[in-house]
């Protein structure tokens, strides 16, 4: 029995995975440490609460940058292929990470510190722009008929994985240090330990090929000269239909760890490193839910399961704040477990679907740039505006951006119906 066809799918579906896991590991630890030292040691401020504010905006910076990466990557990602464009954004995206190791606090430098912290930040979220889209079609078209939503949900099972990687070390450190040694030189660690899982991903990457659907397409015909332009004349409303699918999976995932960490261990006075347990018994529901969400959308249609999870999204808005309240280990477990197991429903199903909408020429355009646009509606504003939330009505009610999230989302699938239960 020849296993090389095997082989092949199995490095494939590693390569796609080990990417969107180191995205969602620097994109974690950047959100950990804004919760818990960013604002005293790079922004300075009378009020805790605004160095909080100030830490959390540069937080969503990345966001900003994420669609002008998504931009640039998806059109070298259209023209050239695939596999060179994710191996250069994990490059970007890694390097911006290790760095922010090595960078001096406010007390050091002054203003220096914060601008260099958010100039690395936006280098992030420039890298990031372009990873998910690409390892989603590295997966998407490569996979056997039938298994779109099974394949496309491994770039999914990074962010447990990447999540569960940087939330042990957090909690491996917040025992082993004090919170003085922590907040002196232990949070850059997992910075630097960042470099050993890009170096991972790009050793895998380099040993996988293009694209089938990609190379054929080139076949066919010469790449568009402009993805960007021949996205928005002709498949506008696919664009904008993703972009409003995406808000729900991103809202959820950063109120239930950054802002829940956050929130949690400051205004509602949890021991940090319970609710950093707490938090990784959580993300494994997350993980059950991707997989849930991918056998069920090969078995009915991807836009099905994505509706159904919209729907739930909006309960779990309703629950989210009032478990968080409730100083219950056992409530608030649940309430982040069930948020996060609906997480996945509503990312999980993403991968075939959200590729599915456009063509092959404008593919890792359309993908990227409606992921990442959608995320600064649904993951940018998230932290910001449950804050305000908490100020204005306390924890019980920051929940409701979680249900407005799942209206828009589900507003953006109505879009698409027809089209959406074709391509699941």
């Known amino acids: 029995m020849d296993l090389t066809p095997y082989r092949a799918q199995a490095r494939i579906l590693t390569a796609s995975l080990v990417g969107t896991a180191v995205e969602f590991y620097d994109f974690y630890i950047y959100g950990t440490a804004a919760a818990l030292v960013f604002g005293p040691l790079f922004f300075p401020s009378e009020s805790p609460s605004a160095q909080l504010m100030l830490s959390f905006m540069s937080f969503g910076l990345a966001f900003l940058a994420r669609p002008v990466g998504a931009i640039v990557f998806g059109h070298y990602g259209d023209r050239i292929g695939r596999k060179s464009t994710l191996v250069a954004s994990l490059m970007l995206m890694g390097a911006s990470t290790l760095l922010i190791a090595f960078l001096p606090t406010y007390a050091m430098v002054g203003w220096v510190a914060p601008l260099l912290l958010c100039i690395l930040r936006f280098g992030q979220g420039f890298g990031l722009g372009g990873e998910w889209g690409g390892a989603a079609l590295l997966a998407v078209e490569n996979a056997p008929p039938g298994w779109r939503a099974r394949f496309g949900m491994f770039p999914q099972l990074g962010a447990p994985v990447g999540f569960i990687a940087a939330n042990g070390l957090f909690l491996l450190l917040g025992l082993w240090l004090s919170d003085a040694e922590f907040a002196a030189w232990g949070w850059r660690i997992p910075f630097l330990v960042s470099a050993v899982l890009v170096g991972l991903g790009l050793w895998v990457r380099l040993r996988i090929g293009e694209t089938p659907a990609f190379a054929a397409a080139l076949e066919r015909q010469a790449p568009v000269a402009v993805p960007l332009g021949e996205l928005f004349r002709r498949h506008l409303v696919p664009t904008l239909a993703g972009t409003f699918a995406v808000v729900a999976c991103f809202a959820i995932f950063y109120l239930a760890t950054s802002f829940a960490l956050a929130h949690g261990t400051t205004?509602?006075?949890?021991?940090?490193?319970?609710?950093?347990?707490?938090?990784?018994?959580?993300?494994?529901?997350?993980?059950?839910?991707?997989?849930?969400?991918?056998?069920?959308?090969?078995?009915?249609?991807?836009?099905?399961?994505?509706?159904?999870?919209?729907?739930?999204?909006?309960?779990?808005?309703?629950?989210?704040?009032?478990?968080?309240?409730?100083?219950?280990?056992?409530?608030?477990?649940?309430?982040?477990?069930?948020?996060?197991?609906?997480?996945?429903?509503?990312?999980?199903?993403?991968?075939?679907?959200?590729?599915?909408?456009?063509?092959?020429?404008?593919?890792?355009?359309?993908?990227?740039?409606?992921?990442?646009?959608?995320?600064?509606?649904?993951?940018?504003?998230?932290?910001?505006?449950?804050?305000?939330?908490?100020?204005?009505?306390?924890?019980?009610?920051?929940?409701?951006?979680?249900?407005?999230?799942?209206?828009?989302?589900?507003?953006?699938?109505?879009?698409?119906?027809?089209?959406?239960?074709?391509?699941?």
């Open 267 to 424: 205004a509602l006075g949890y021991p940090k490193e319970q609710f950093l347990l707490i938090q990784l018994g959580a993300i494994l529901f997350m993980a059950v839910g991707i997989v849930y969400a991918g056998y069920r959308s090969d078995a009915v249609s991807a836009q099905r399961v994505l509706t159904w999870g919209c729907g739930a999204t909006i309960l779990v808005g309703l629950l989210f704040g009032p478990s968080l309240a409730s100083q219950s280990w056992l409530l608030i477990f649940l309430g982040l477990a069930a948020s996060l197991f609906v997480m996945g429903l509503v990312y999980g199903p993403l991968g075939s679907w959200l590729t599915a909408l456009f063509p092959v020429e404008v593919r890792y355009t359309g993908a990227s740039v409606a992921f990442n646009v959608g995320g600064i509606l649904g993951g940018a504003l998230a932290p910001i505006i449950a804050q305000a939330l908490g100020d204005w009505g306390g924890t019980r009610v920051v929940g409701l951006y979680l249900a407005l999230a799942g209206v828009v989302s589900w507003i953006g699938l109505l879009m698409v119906r027809r089209q959406g239960a074709a391509a699941g």
